[in-house]
């Protein structure tokens, strides 16, 4: 029982190096504990202010007045107006256009009695001539003249084998400008046909002058 009861002289509850470290933090701690409490107390203690903001320019009132642009214009003077020549007016085509038969003579029936029958003979007879076509070109170009044709005068009193022998203008020029017009009216022409011993027979050379002029 004795020695169950003994008890410990000195105990080391506590190590000395452990004592040391615990009182340098504790030290530590006191200090950032005091340092803060001085910062803190110093922002407390500043007053803040609102800066003074920086007065606005004064924006001068803008006059904006009608302003109207005016363009100078050298004045020039109108041209005078061009003379109007005068109209020309084309040559009227002459209607009636003369056609001159020069070689065409008319005679009187010649009568041959032989017994009971009456035998006569004639020279053809002109019956329908129309008037020929004023060419353009000619009318254009003021011409005037003349064409002789030829042609045969058949038993019906039709007209063939029409061609021209010549044309001259009003100066006495050869000229062609009239052939076609002239063959196109002679080949309309109409005939009593030339009758001998009372038989129709055809005339070969039967010439015609078909003359053009203008209208004054």
């Known amino acids: ?31 950032t504990t005091l340092g803060l409490i001085f910062l803190m107390s ?56 003369k056609v001159i038969n020069t070689n065409t003579t008319v005679t009187p029936p010649v009568v041959i009695n032989e017994g009971i029958f009456d035998l006569v003979s004639r020279d053809p007879l002109p019956v329908y001539k129309p008037a020929p076509r004023y060419p353009s070109a000619a009318l254009r170009r003021g011409i005037e003249g003349y064409v002789i044709v030829e042609f045969v005068i058949t038993k019906t009193g039709a007209v063939r084998n029409v061609r021209v022998v010549a044309g001259y203008d009003s100066a006495g020029n050869a000229t062609s400008v009239f052939n076609r017009s002239a063959l196109a009216a002679a080949e309309r022409f109409k005939y009593q046909p030339q009758v001998e011993d009372g038989q129709p027979v055809e005339r070969y050379g039967v010439r015609n002058r078909i003359a053009y002029k203008l209208a004054q």
């Open 1 to 31: 029982m004795d020695r169950a009861c003994t008890p410990i002289s000195s105990p080391e509850f506590f190590p000395t190096h452990l004592l040391s470290s615990y009182a340098k933090g504790l030290a530590y701690a006191a200090l």
């Open 42 to 97: 110093q922002l407390i203690s500043t007053r803040f202010e609102e800066p003074l903001a920086k007065p606005l320019p004064t924006i001068q009132p803008i006059d904006i007045t009608e302003k109207k642009v005016v363009t100078m214009k050298e004045y020039e003077a109108p041209a005078s107006p061009q003379e109007v020549p005068p109209t020309l007016q084309p040559p009227r085509e002459k209607e009636d256009v």
